[in-house]
């Protein structure tokens, strides 16, 4: 199994994400830049063309950072992007490379002001003793402008790498998680944060797990999950004491013995966990498969989605080519009816809860001329591989669909393929 | 058999990576090199199981797999079939040149590893370390040490200072005129691994990578430590070899040397294994915490004293001594 790559490192995404009414969005990648799409407004003339994804911003948000303490230098990759909820005109969104949380607003400028008395129109200042006349400056229409401007930095908090982030649905907080760690801010003081979780052990000889993604549960300000490399999920209460390395409840699946490899761990390991939107169910993400939790049974998850169980016999070659710590993230769509993953090959899946349906897509430049219907595809594992399949063989490991956006309330989707993105739209009117 | 082979196969590759993690950009990833180190540990375990190492895999479905603790220090007599021939030269030679600098001050720095090696081998650094060094190696190195002592005191950090070096500075290492040239004489059946230059051609096959150690003062304490060359030899031991074969290949005492030289590899898996390896070389089964410590894999301080003096433990080394070598 093959895996190679010939592109720019930099533009690799590493984020997508809608904001809360899926108007805007963004996505960040391993050069540290944000790049913010915005949906066109449906006019009254195309009433039947959907409105379509615009660049609409684009800025630097991280740079590369050495830390001469540690001689260890700081990659700016954008691991996550979380939008706040709109409260004015501007957009606000945190991103977040390995070290680094920034808030970052987007406003617009349509407006200038001109007839500034101590300036002339190309800003240079001009001499008093000229001036004789006073007049109003006035706001006059330009064309229009998008600005992106750090708001608050809250760095120096995390000592392991930052994998998640999460806004609290008090909108005043939001959580910061690490390997090891998960601090609670304060989107007002930067210098500090509340230590909410540490699992780093005395002696770190004895580290068994990491943590490898948290999230808040959309309505309870006070709950929030994080999941483990040991393929656990812990749900905590912030109420319940100041430091919840207690959790509330505990979520893990037995290990099925049957299946058990020298990489058994490895692919047990939770690459993302999401809440519903309705915030009864989480979903979990493992290299093999998709699962879905009730709150309420934490014994084992109620749903289980193969991914791509082909994959399972080719663990050591994967392994051997690092493709076996690719972490798969998942979304549940507007009314959590379907789960969409990534897999390789430019693949993505989703799954349909309620009729138990799946389907394969491919994003890819000659799948997906404008206005094309993506045609379902399928990976043949047996002998006989019909037309139109795809052996497992010949799948390119080194097109891997890592990240993906759902809009809110539509069935838009957003699909990042190394340093492509796709949006797709469903076409039922 | 094929099992041994293929955790023999995974227990390389796995080493290469936890050695390539060092020279990653942005640090010293926590999460994948304790999923490595996992790997290691399981690979490990069938490679020295019983000659069913099948079982371990659990064949038939539900069988759980027998401790594979039973002989912890021989995974077989003599060499396993197959791999008895001395390894090339070569081989050895590619290892890098380690940090014997490194070793001064991170002895002084982390007593508490530092006290148990044995005296002997901490004047051996002294020696080693009067010998001259290439000036990109020591360049290289002083920067390791810079932040070694500057995290000395503290656990935090994952990278702990060696564990990320920008390629510049592996390319700082290269043009170090390194002993590649000056390999062992063929007839050294024991030359150190680590004779080779310090610049790390071949990542995949050097000396055992650093463990991701999360605590450079550990690394360090260990001996070799954190550094490039990231084996944490328990004593010095390992670090004398280079040395000396870089000055002048070992005569004489050449089988003390090719002994100690095997303790130097395994003294360097252990601080990949950690402490769970220390069952591979006590002669008792039961071998050493069984916990995944995969990134603090400091040796424990008692078990570098015993495989600087056990013989019979050593002569049990030989299929890791291979192992290493082969990379």
Same mark, same amino acid.
């Given at each position: 199994?093959?895996?190679?790559?010939?592109?720019?490192?930099?533009?690799?995404?590493?984020?997508?994400?809608?904001?809360?009414?899926?108007?805007?969005?963004?996505?960040?990648?391993?050069?540290?830049?944000?790049?913010?799409?915005?949906?066109?407004?449906?006019?009254?003339?195309?009433?039947?063309?959907?409105?379509?994804?615009?660049?609409?911003?684009?800025? %630097?948000?991280?740079?590369?950072?050495?830390?001469?303490?540690?001689?260890?230098? #700081?990659?700016?990759?954008?691991?996550?992007?979380?939008?706040?909820? %709109?409260?004015? *005109?501007?957009?606000?969104?945190?991103?977040?490379?390995?070290?680094?949380?920034?808030?970052?607003?987007?406003?617009?400028?349509?407006?200038?002001?001109?007839?500034?008395?101590?300036?002339?129109?190309?800003?240079?200042?001009?001499?008093?003793?000229?001036?004789?006349?006073?007049?109003?400056?006035?706001?006059?229409?330009?064309?229009?402008?998008?600005?992106?401007?750090?708001?608050?930095?809250?760095?120096?908090?995390?000592?392991?790498?930052?994998?998640? #982030?999460?806004?609290?649905?008090?909108?005043?907080?939001?959580?910061?998680?690490?390997?090891?760690?998960?601090?609670?801010?304060?989107?007002?003081?930067?210098?500090?944060?509340?230590?909410?979780?540490?699992?780093?052990?005395?002696?770190?000889?004895?580290?068994?797990?990491?943590?490898?993604?948290?999230?808040?549960?959309?309505?309870?300000?006070?709950?929030?999950?994080?999941?483990?490399?040991?393929?656990? $999920?812990?749900?905590?209460?912030?109420?319940?004491?100041?430091?919840?390395?207690?959790?509330?409840?505990?979520?893990?699946?037995?290990?099925?013995?049957?299946?058990?490899?020298?990489?058994?761990?490895?692919?047990?390991?939770?690459?993302?966990?999401?809440?519903?939107?309705?915030?009864?169910?989480?979903?979990?993400?493992?290299?093999?498969?998709?699962?879905?939790?009730?709150?309420?049974?934490?014994?084992?998850?109620?749903?289980?989605?193969?991914?791509?169980?082909?994959?399972?016999?080719?663990?050591?070659?994967?392994?051997?080519?690092?493709?076996?710590?690719?972490?798969?993230?998942?979304?549940?769509?507007?009314?959590?009816?379907?789960?969409?993953?990534?897999?390789?090959?430019?693949?993505?899946?989703?799954?349909?809860?309620?009729?138990?349906?799946?389907?394969?897509?491919? *994003?890819?430049?000659?799948?997906?001329?404008?206005?094309?219907?993506?045609?379902?595809?399928?990976?043949?594992?047996?002998?006989?591989?019909?037309?139109?399949?795809?052996?497992?063989?010949?799948?390119?490991?080194?097109?891997? $669909?890592?990240?993906?956006?759902?809009?809110?309330?539509?069935?838009?989707? *957003?699909?990042?393929?190394?340093?492509?993105?796709?949006?797709?739209?469903?076409?039922?009117? | 058999?094929?099992?041994?082979?293929?955790?023999?196969?995974?227990?390389?590759?796995?080493?290469?990576?936890?050695?390539?993690?060092?020279?990653?950009?942005?640090?010293?990833?926590?999460?994948?090199?304790?999923?490595?180190?996992?790997?290691?540990?399981?690979?490990?375990?069938?490679?020295?199981?019983?000659?069913?190492?099948?079982?371990?895999?659990?064949?038939?479905?539900?069988?759980?797999?027998?401790?594979?603790?039973?002989?912890?220090?021989?995974?077989?007599?003599?060499?396993?079939?197959?791999?008895?021939?001395?390894?090339?030269?070569?081989?050895?030679?590619?290892?890098?040149?380690?940090?014997?600098?490194?070793?001064?001050?991170?002895?002084?720095?982390?007593?508490?590893?530092?006290?148990?090696?044995?005296?002997?081998?901490?004047?051996?650094?002294?020696?080693?370390?009067?010998?001259?060094?290439?000036?990109?190696?020591?360049?290289?190195?002083?920067?390791?040490?810079?932040?070694?002592?500057?995290?000395?005191?503290?656990?935090?950090?994952?990278?702990?200072?060696?564990?990320?070096?920008?390629?510049?500075?592996?390319?700082?290492?290269?043009?170090?005129?390194?002993?590649?040239?000056?390999?062992?004489?063929?007839?050294?059946?024991?030359?150190?691994?680590?004779?080779?230059?310090?610049?790390?051609?071949?990542?995949?096959?050097?000396?055992?990578?650093?463990?991701?150690?999360?605590?450079?003062?550990?690394?360090?304490?260990?001996?070799?430590?954190?550094?490039?060359?990231?084996?944490?030899?328990?004593?010095?031991?390992?670090?004398?070899?280079?040395?000396?074969?870089?000055?002048?290949?070992?005569?004489?005492?050449?089988?003390?040397?090719?002994?100690?030289?095997?303790?130097?590899?395994?003294?360097?898996?252990?601080?990949?294994?950690?402490?769970?390896?220390?069952?591979?070389?006590?002669?008792?089964?039961?071998?050493?915490?069984?916990?995944?410590?995969?990134?603090?894999?400091?040796?424990?301080?008692?078990?570098?004293?015993?495989?600087?003096?056990?013989?019979?433990?050593?002569?049990?080394?030989?299929?890791?001594?291979?192992?290493?070598?082969?990379?």
């Amino acid at each position: 199994i093959l895996s190679s790559s010939c592109h720019t490192e930099a533009d690799i995404i590493s984020t997508v994400e809608f904001n809360h009414t899926g108007e805007l969005l963004a996505t960040g990648d391993k050069g540290g830049r944000v790049v913010i799409f915005q949906r066109e407004q449906e006019s009254k003339n195309q009433v039947h063309r959907r409105g379509e994804y615009n660049v609409y911003s684009t800025f %630097q948000s991280h740079e590369p950072e050495f830390d001469y303490l540690k001689s260890l230098e #700081i990659e700016e990759k954008i691991n996550k992007i979380r939008w706040l909820p %709109q409260q004015n *005109a501007a957009y606000f969104l945190l991103s977040t490379n390995d070290k680094t949380v920034k808030l970052w607003k987007v406003s617009e400028r349509d407006k200038r002001p001109e007839g500034y008395n101590l300036k002339d129109e190309e800003g240079r200042l001009r001499d008093p003793a000229t001036i004789t006349t006073l007049r109003v400056p006035v706001l006059r229409p330009m064309d229009l402008m998008v600005e992106a401007t750090p708001r608050r930095v809250f760095a120096n908090a995390h000592t392991y790498h930052i994998n998640s #982030i999460s806004v609290n649905s008090d909108y005043e907080t939001y959580m910061s998680a690490d390997d090891l760690r998960i601090n609670l801010w304060n989107f007002e003081i930067t210098n500090q944060s509340f230590n909410i979780v540490d699992i780093k052990p005395a002696n770190m000889e004895e580290l068994t797990e990491v943590i490898t993604a948290a999230e808040f549960h959309p309505h309870h300000c006070n709950t929030f999950v994080y999941s483990s490399s040991k393929g656990t $999920i812990r749900l905590c209460d912030m109420r319940a004491s100041a430091l919840c390395d207690r959790h509330t409840k505990f979520f893990e699946e037995p290990e099925d013995p049957s299946n058990r490899s020298f990489f058994s761990e490895i692919i047990s390991s939770i690459s993302d966990v999401k809440f519903s939107h309705s915030g009864r169910y989480i979903m979990t993400r493992d290299y093999l498969t998709v699962k879905v939790w009730d709150l309420n049974m934490e014994n084992r998850p109620i749903e289980t989605y193969q991914v791509h169980d082909y994959l399972r016999s080719k663990l050591c070659s994967l392994y051997e080519n690092d493709c076996i710590f690719d972490k798969f993230e998942c979304v549940w769509n507007g009314s959590d009816s379907v789960i969409m993953t990534g897999s390789y090959n430019n693949f993505f899946r989703m799954f349909d809860r309620n009729t138990k349906r799946d389907v394969t897509l491919e *994003a890819s430049r000659e799948n997906s001329k404008p206005r094309a219907i993506l045609k379902p595809r399928k990976v043949c594992v047996g002998g006989k591989r019909r037309k139109d399949e795809i052996s497992v063989d010949s799948l390119d490991f080194s097109k891997k $669909i890592l990240h993906t956006a759902w809009h809110p309330s539509e069935n838009i989707i *957003a699909v990042a393929a190394t340093n492509n993105l796709y949006i797709f739209q469903d076409k039922v009117n | 058999m094929e099992f041994k082979l293929e955790a023999h196969r995974i227990v390389s590759i796995s080493l290469g990576k936890i050695y390539n993690s060092r020279v990653q950009r942005g640090g010293i990833k926590l999460h994948k090199n304790l999923l490595v180190s996992l790997v290691l540990r399981s690979a490990r375990q069938v490679y020295l199981s019983d000659p069913c190492p099948g079982l371990y895999l659990a064949g038939p479905a539900g069988i759980p797999a027998p401790p594979p603790q039973q002989q912890p220090g021989e995974p077989a007599a003599g060499p396993p079939a197959g791999w008895g021939e001395p390894p090339p030269p070569v081989a050895r030679a590619s290892w890098p040149e380690t940090e014997p600098q490194p070793e001064r001050p991170s002895v002084s720095h982390a007593p508490r590893v530092g006290d148990e090696v044995p005296v002997t081998t901490v004047t051996g650094v002294g020696d080693v370390l009067q010998g001259g060094e290439a000036d990109a190696t020591e360049a290289a190195w002083s920067r390791v040490e810079r932040p070694r002592q500057a995290t000395a005191g503290e656990a935090e950090g994952p990278a702990g200072g060696w564990g990320v070096f920008p390629e510049g500075s592996l390319a700082a290492r290269r043009p170090c005129g390194c002993p590649l040239g000056g390999e062992d004489p063929p007839g050294t059946p024991a030359a150190p691994p680590r004779t080779a230059c310090c610049c790390a051609p071949r990542p995949a096959e050097d000396e055992p990578p650093a463990p991701p150690a999360v605590c450079p003062r550990k690394r360090g304490a260990a001996g070799v430590g954190g550094g490039p060359a990231g084996c944490p030899a328990p004593g010095s031991t390992p670090l004398k070899k280079p040395r000396r074969n870089l000055e002048q290949p070992p005569s004489g005492g050449e089988d003390d040397d090719a002994e100690e030289m095997e303790t130097g590899n395994v003294a360097n898996l252990i601080s990949i294994f950690g402490s769970s390896f220390s069952g591979l070389l006590r002669k008792s089964p039961g071998g050493g915490r069984e916990e995944e410590e995969g990134e603090e894999s400091g040796p424990e301080a008692a078990e570098p004293g015993q495989i600087c003096c056990d013989k019979p433990v050593l002569r049990d080394m030989n299929p890791w001594s291979t192992a290493i070598v082969a990379f």
